[in-house]
């Protein structure tokens, strides 16, 4: 998926700087800021226990899908057994951290593989969703072509269907919401972010959306998925053992609410609740904003998440470009660290949504991305 901030290419230095640290599983890793779920994913797949949250009702999904789940879906609920997936699985691939690891086409796959051919092959249908997103819709907007538009109302509408009849569990939904989410992000009529669509359809919104088959990570460990302000749920967490944290904000004033609003949109399905408003048809304003995301408050958000967190040791990812900068950063977590420090920095391509224009302009193509990491005092600083 397409998202600022993602992790993904950063995977082998945080597994690294786990290593170096000799932060190793058994043990509880809690991502304070899960986004895609990228980082926790990962640290699933290296034994841990994980802890995930997000403000975004699509990063709990993920979540959900990835990180809870532990067994191969069944379906048990469903008969479809009587359809061909060959034809899908020739044109569908793999996402997730463990694609590279695993064969959609083994026994265990071979159920979600079925439900996800039957939800590929439905006919497309109108709805509120095509109307308020997609092109020819009444509202105007050219988020998808027609055709791919009417598919995701068709498919997330008998995922919803299933689910209220009990057919299906709410993994199980998760898993195929999760498949949907990624799918559609591939055929977007947009530069990368939902902030805004592309006056004509580009040449990838064109393309017929498939789904793609979430790499599952199967497992016995236990993983909690929660959506909310991380730092209310740090009053949870009092009296945990968390081996560690790790801690990925939004660095800027870029509020991830309207830049993703589509995929809460489809995650949530909940268009009888609410009506699109403006050009961009965002979803209520301010209900999903984040403290990280204001300059008066960002650094005092992180260092009282820091120090309320019951975590033996904290991994911090920021940017050059962050509203705290390096030196008030490493301030910042020196008032909870033991001393047992260790600051990397990372040069990496820039993100960019859109080119430079009169109103937009980068200052280069690059970022530099920060990981430090501390270990931590385990009384709270006063």
Not at 34 to 51: C, Y
Not at 58 to 72: C, E, G, I
Request: with cysteine.
């Amino acid at each position: 998926m397409n998202y600022i901030g993602s992790k993904y290419s950063l995977l082998g230095a945080i597994r690294a700087l786990l290593a170096d640290r000799g932060i190793r599983p058994p043990g509880t890793f809690f991502d304070a800021f899960a986004g895609t779920t990228i980082v926790g994913q990962m640290a699933k797949t290296l034994g841990f226990s994980t802890i995930s949250n997000d403000l975004q009702a699509y990063s709990q999904v993920l979540a959900r899908a990835f990180l809870v789940n532990n067994d191969p879906p069944r379906f048990a609920g469903l008969d479809l057994s009587g359809g061909d997936s060959s034809a899908f699985l020739a044109r569908t691939s793999p996402f997730g951290v463990a694609k590279g690891a695993v064969d959609i086409r083994s026994g265990d796959f071979a159920p979600l593989v079925r439900v996800l051919a039957y939800l590929d092959g439905l006919p497309g249908t109108a709805g509120a969703f095509t109307e308020a997103y997609v092109e020819g819709g009444s509202a105007g907007r050219l988020y998808f072509s027609r055709a791919n538009g009417m598919r995701c109302q068709a498919i997330r509408d008998q995922i919803s269907g299933w689910q209220r009849e009990g057919a299906i569990t709410d993994l199980e939904a998760a898993i195929l919401v999760a498949s949907l989410l990624e799918s559609l992000d591939q055929v977007a009529n947009t530069a990368s972010v939902y902030a805004a669509y592309l006056k004509h359809l580009k040449g990838t919104a064109q393309a017929r959306m498939t789904l793609r088959v979430p790499a599952l990570i199967f497992g016995d460990a236990v993983h909690e998925a929660y959506i909310g302000d991380t730092n209310a749920l740090a009053d949870q967490l009092a009296g945990r053992e968390i081996a560690v944290m790790y801690v990925d904000p939004p660095y800027n004033q870029r509020q991830y609410n309207s830049y993703y609003h589509i995929l809460e949109t489809v995650a949530s399905w909940d268009l009888d609740a609410f009506v699109p408003r403006g050009k961009t048809g965002l979803r209520p304003a301010r209900r999903q904003d984040s403290q990280y995301c204001r300059r008066p408050q960002a650094a005092d958000a992180l260092i009282d998440l820091v120090e309320r967190v019951p975590a033996d040791q904290v991994i911090v990812s920021y940017n050059d470009e962050g509203l705290v900068d390096r030196d008030q950063l490493r301030a910042l977590l020196g008032r909870r660290s033991t001393g047992d420090d260790d600051f990397r920095e990372f040069s990496y391509r820039r993100f960019r949504a859109d080119a430079d224009g009169p109103t937009r302009s980068y200052s280069g193509s690059e970022v530099f991305e920060y990981l430090y990491a501390i270990r931590t005092r385990r009384q709270a600083v006063v």
